[in-house]
Structure formats: C-alpha cells, structure tokens
C-alpha cells in the first residue's frame, strides 16, 4: 500500500522559514519523480516545485524561485521543500505528490494527504 505521509507545516511569520517533508512507503522511490502542490482558498492548485528520480533535475514556480528549494534522499525514501523568506501569499495546503519517471507531463500516481502552511504579517 503506497503512502506519502507529510510533516513540517504550521503557523510561520513573514520572513520565517519552514522545512516540509515527505516521507514515501509501499513504492520503488527512485523509480518516481516528485512534486510540491498548493491550494489557497478559492484559488486553483499550484505546482510549486518538482524534482526528478535522481534529484538532477528540479523545476519552480516563478513565484518562489530563489526562496524555495526542493530536494530528496532516496536512501530515506522523503522529499523535502525548504521554504524561505515566507510571505503571507504563501499561506496554503501543501501536498506532495509521486509521479513514476515514464509519465507523461503532469500525471501524479499518488498523492499525499496535505499540511497546512500560514504565514502571518
């Protein structure tokens, strides 16, 4: 049974910053690509960062490139998603998200049950 269990997410100032993790169980971890989600209220979901099988290949969001970082180690079969100098436009439910490497574009397998992030001014 595949499961994507998130931590990290909680209440931040503006400025602050906060690491998200992801832990993968019931799966090959390498054999998938992973990514970061956001939906804010009345908002559509966003992708926020991705990174390839390897971790040689990451791709952001215009609207966190250079505050956010995403990375992986496979040996402990989690993703992670630094946040830094967090706005209150950040403020979401975040999910992670497994995609196996052979998918077409935008096609996720699994999908984490997502944390709340709420970044005060």
């Known amino acids: 049974q595949v499961q994507l269990v998130e931590s990290g997410g909680g209440l931040v100032q503006a400025g602050g910053s906060l690491r998200l993790s992801c832990a993968a169980s019931?799966?090959?971890?390498?054999?998938?690509?992973m990514g970061w989600f956001r939906q804010a209220p009345g908002k559509e979901r966003e992708l926020v960062a991705a990174i390839n099988w390897s971790g040689g290949s990451t791709y952001y969001a215009v609207s966190v490139k250079d505050r956010f970082t995403i990375s992986r180690d496979n040996a402990k079969n989690t993703v992670y998603l630094q946040m830094n100098s967090l706005k209150p436009e950040d403020t979401a439910v975040y999910y992670c998200a497994a995609t196996y490497k052979g998918n077409s574009p935008n096609k996720y397998d699994y999908w984490g049950q997502g944390t709340q992030v709420t970044v005060s001014s």
């Open positions: 019931g799966l090959t971890f390498s054999n998938y690509g």
